[in-house]
């Protein structure tokens, strides 16, 4: 269900950086883990970074060192800060929320593996655009 409004998402060069923020429209997630993911024309739907109630974070390998993923729950909120874009960084950006059995799946299993249908919240996307 879209329940999750994502922002941030722009366009940027190879090098640059942003910040990506999530918010429920209805619901609180603070039990669930939240994560992003992202897609690009042409490419599987894959999972970028996790972040389980307790804070436990984990990334895609394509992403660590580069991404940060945080949440705040007080604020019910969360974000993704993005470093040192690449040019393969372009995609449309999704947050969502699953529950916590599915957390690990969702960055092992890309295209049409990704658990999708056992997420529980997501948004409509932030389009990010990094040019070379």
């Known amino acids: 269900q879209v329940h999750l409004v994502e922002s941030g998402g722009d366009s940027v060069q190879a090098g640059g950086s942003l910040r990506l923020s999530c918010v429920p429209t209805?619901?609180?997630?603070?039990?669930?883990?939240m994560l992003w993911f992202r897609q690009a024309p042409g490419k599987e739907r894959e999972g970028v970074a996790t972040?389980?109630?307790?804070?436990?974070?984990t990334y895609a390998d394509s992403v660590k060192g580069r991404f940060l993923i945080s949440r705040d729950n007080s604020k019910h909120n969360m974000s993704l800060e993005m470093k040192n874009l690449k040019p393969e960084d372009t995609a449309t950006y999704y947050c969502?929320?699953?529950?916590?059995?599915?957390?690990?799946?969702?960055?092992?299993?890309?295209?049409?593996?990704?658990?999708?249908?056992?997420?529980?919240?997501w948004g409509q996307g932030t389009l990010v655009t990094v040019a070379s």
């Open positions: 972040i389980d109630f307790d804070g436990t974070a």
């Open positions: 969502a929320a699953i529950g916590t059995r599915w957390c690990s799946a969702t960055l092992t299993e890309k295209g049409p593996r990704f658990p999708y249908n056992n997420l529980d919240a």
């Open positions: 209805k619901n609180t997630y603070n039990t669930y883990c």
